[in-house]
């Protein structure tokens, strides 16, 4: 059973960078049907599609937050992270990593998630 | 990219029927077959519970369907259980390899 798991600090200060990292297990990483995303839900709110990774290093931005987030991918360690840069209280969310993907011109959902990770910008 | 529209809650009482709706538009729910609902319970990840608007995983009980019309998508929940009670959120995809997810719903079962 696939498995993902984000870890990183829960707080960070203003105007500094935000970096979480998905661990995955139970399943291969360099699947080429797979790409890697990230999700957030600011305290009440909603959902919020950040990026998406391939295996590669190919990544997919939301173009709403395109300057301020990056995304890597380490695949020896089954690892991908995501770094946003000049975070502000706006920026405070939980953080979810989860699977989705394309095969045979066909879209493959979110289908796995980790469990979050909230992240809360303060000084 | 704006988030799709959904109302802020909906209920029923056990048995019922309840229908979610999510209006995007022709650069989103319009423009492919690719809308996907979530149920998310408090402090837990997400759950996929629709595909590819109409398509049910393994699991999901066939209480729950999916159906779109022009630019705006519905999730009907029929036979309305307690334990349905939980937040819905929409996702499409919006072209470019980009997704915009829903405002969310929340379920009350009364």
């Known amino acids: 059973q696939l498995q993902l798991q984000e870890s990183g600090p829960g707080l960070v200060k203003p105007s500094e960078t935000l970096s979480l990292t998905c661990s995955v297990s139970?399943?291969?990483?360099?699947?080429?049907?797979?790409?890697w995303g990230w999700i957030r839900q600011s305290p009440g709110k909603g959902l919020e599609w950040i990026g998406s990774?391939?295996?590669?290093?190919?990544?997919h931005h939301n173009p709403s937050l395109k300057s301020r987030a990056t995304m890597s991918v380490d695949t020896s360690k089954k690892q991908f992270s995501l770094k946003l840069s000049s975070v502000t209280a706006a920026d405070t969310a939980v953080y979810f990593c989860?699977?989705?993907?394309?095969?045979?011109?066909?879209?493959?959902?979110?289908?796995?998630w980790g469990q979050g990770n909230l992240v809360t910008v303060s000084s | 990219q704006s988030a799709l529209t959904q109302p802020r809650s909906v209920s029923g009482s056990p048995g019922q029927s309840v229908t979610i709706s999510c209006a995007g538009t022709?650069?989103?729910?319009?423009?492919?077959?690719?809308v996907s609902w979530y149920q998310q319970q408090p402090g837990k990840a997400p759950k996929l519970m629709i595909s590819?608007?109409?398509k049910r995983p393994s699991g999901v009980p066939d209480r729950f369907s999916g159906s779109k019309s022009g630019n705006t998508a519905s999730l009907t929940i029929s036979g309305l259980q307690a334990e349905d009670e939980a937040d819905y959120y929409c996702?499409?995809?919006?072209?470019?390899?980009?997704?915009?997810f829903g405002s969310g719903t929340k379920v009350t079962v009364l």
């Open positions: 996702c499409s995809y919006a072209g470019s390899y980009t997704f915009v």
């Open positions: 989860a699977r989705h993907g394309y095969t045979y011109g066909a879209l493959i959902p979110f289908d796995y």
């Open positions: 590819d608007v109409t």
């Open positions: 139970g399943g291969s990483i360099t699947s080429s049907s797979h790409y």
């Open positions: 022709s650069r989103d729910v319009g423009g492919y077959d690719y």
């Open positions: 990774i391939y295996y590669s290093g190919s990544t």
